[in-house]
């Protein structure tokens, strides 16, 4: 757009507010006094409307008390029922407006004496209709939603069950060269837990919330609490874990073969006769160690369902004082022959 053109658009515009800004100066009283009544005749309209009958809903707080301390409800429970209610438009507005309605009381252990099956009941909502008609002045319930409240028991049970750790990331957990140097300490390393039998019957151990340490290079401790359980409650919520932690190097040795579950009448030689086993261990127990737990291992079953050439060694029960654990060879050729 040209220069010109656009200073006579701008013009244009300016014109055009301001004869609008002069038309409402000149009308301004009576375009207050026009919206004056407008609000007014909403008023009135609003009051009448107010005094007309309506059906509505209107929801209602119901509160549980009194159940038996031995039993564990397992189905849920509506909070809150749903009134159909017939009233007029001032009596249901001021029923949604009221914060402070008293909840309708449902005494369960009362209902389960009068009940053959104590593990079941139901109520018919039906029979608080009188109770909540006081409570709502002037309000017709015409339906309660829902008409029947179910309740399903199960027996309250007990259990001690081991705390173990969780560990958020073990990558970045110690610091080059460190790692775990013994079990880690749990205080306390069981609790009780209570709950459904249905549901503890399940249950062995709980843990604890992913443990957050990072590049360790000492031991460490920290209060950590226990990982929810849904419908289980714990005799305490956290526990007190501490993690060892020491420097460690590698270490290696040369150790001969064990061949297990061999018949007396053969002999297993393999090749080669002894293996590099190689593993990570800490600083202070690389004294402890001992040749004879660390030994590799054949099966010889493994060598009747499957007679490769080669055969894959083992460790039985590694020590928990060493990781990382690597043969060399990891498979061994073998030659069997009669005594």
């Given at each position: 757009?040209?220069?010109?053109?656009?200073?006579?658009?701008?013009?244009?515009?300016?014109?055009?507010?301001?004869?609008w800004?002069?038309?409402?100066?000149?009308?301004?009283?009576?375009?207050?006094?026009?919206?004056?009544?407008?609000?007014?005749?909403?008023?009135?309209?609003?009051f009448?409307?107010?005094?007309?009958?309506?059906?509505?809903?209107?929801?209602?707080?119901?509160?549980?008390?009194?159940?038996?301390?031995?039993?564990?409800?397992?189905?849920?429970?509506?909070?809150?029922?749903?009134?159909?209610v017939?009233?007029?438009?001032?009596?249901?507005?001021?029923?949604?407006?009221?914060?402070?309605?008293?909840?309708?009381?449902?005494?369960?252990?009362?209902?389960?004496?009068?009940?053959?099956?104590?593990?079941s009941?139901?109520?018919?909502?039906?029979?608080?209709?009188?109770?909540?008609?006081?409570?709502?002045?002037?309000?017709?319930?015409?339906?309660?939603?829902?008409?029947?409240?179910?309740?399903?028991?199960?027996?309250?049970?007990?259990?001690?069950?081991?705390?173990?750790?969780?560990?958020?990331?073990?990558?970045?957990?110690?610091?080059?060269?460190?790692?775990?140097?013994?079990?880690?300490?749990?205080?306390?390393?069981?609790i009780?837990?209570?709950?459904?039998?249905?549901?503890?019957?399940?249950?062995?151990?709980?843990?604890?919330?992913?443990?957050?340490?990072?590049?360790?290079?000492?031991?460490?401790?920290?209060?950590?609490?226990?990982?929810?359980?849904?419908?289980?409650?714990?005799?305490q919520?956290?526990?007190?874990?501490?993690?060892?932690?020491?420097?460690?190097?590698?270490?290696?040795?040369?150790?001969?073969?064990?061949?297990l579950?061999?018949?007396?009448?053969?002999?297993?030689?393999?090749?080669?006769?002894?293996?590099?086993?190689?593993?990570?261990?800490?600083?202070?127990?690389y004294?402890?160690?001992?040749?004879?737990?660390?030994?590799?291992?054949?099966?010889?079953?493994?060598?009747?369902?499957?007679?490769?050439a080669?055969?894959?060694?083992?460790?039985?029960?590694?020590?928990?004082?060493?990781?990382?654990?690597?043969?060399?060879?990891?498979?061994?050729?073998?030659?069997?022959?009669?005594?």
């Open positions: 757009m040209r220069p010109n053109s656009f200073h006579t658009a701008w013009q244009a515009v300016k014109k055009y507010f301001s004869q800004l002069e038309y409402f100066s000149a009308h301004h009283q009576n375009f207050i006094t026009f919206l004056f009544f407008v609000l007014l005749s909403a008023v009135f309209w609003f009448r409307s107010l005094s007309l009958d309506y059906e509505d809903e209107i929801l209602y707080p119901v509160r549980y008390i009194n159940i038996p301390e031995n039993k564990v409800m397992i189905n849920a429970l509506p909070e809150k029922l749903a009134l159909k017939k009233a007029n438009g001032r009596r249901i507005l001021f029923s949604k407006l009221n914060l402070n309605l008293i909840p309708i009381k449902f005494d369960v252990n009362s209902f389960i004496t009068k009940n053959t099956n104590p593990d009941l139901y109520i018919l909502t039906n029979s608080v209709k009188e109770i909540l008609s006081e409570e709502l002045e002037g309000v017709e319930i015409m339906n309660i939603s829902p008409d029947t409240l179910f309740f399903i028991f199960t027996t309250m049970e007990v259990k001690r069950v081991a705390v173990k750790p969780k560990f958020g990331n073990l990558l970045h957990m110690f610091a080059p060269q460190y790692m775990i140097n013994g079990p880690i300490n749990m205080d306390p390393d069981s009780i837990i209570s709950g459904p039998g249905s549901l503890l019957h399940n249950i062995y151990s709980v843990f604890t919330e992913p443990l957050d340490f990072t590049g360790l290079n000492d031991t460490a401790s920290q209060t950590v609490s226990l990982e929810k359980l849904e419908g289980i409650s714990y005799s919520k956290k526990v007190y874990v501490t993690v060892p932690v020491d420097q460690y190097t590698q270490a290696e040795y040369y150790l001969p073969v064990v061949a579950n061999l018949p007396d009448s053969l002999k297993l030689k393999t090749f080669p006769e002894r293996i590099r086993i190689s593993f990570n261990i800490t600083l202070s127990n004294q402890k160690i001992v040749p004879e737990k660390i030994m590799p291992r054949l099966d010889y079953d493994d060598i009747l369902k499957n007679p490769e080669r055969i894959r060694l083992f460790l039985v029960d590694t020590p928990d004082m060493i990781s990382a654990v690597k043969f060399s060879p990891e498979k061994v050729e073998y030659l069997l022959t009669r005594q």
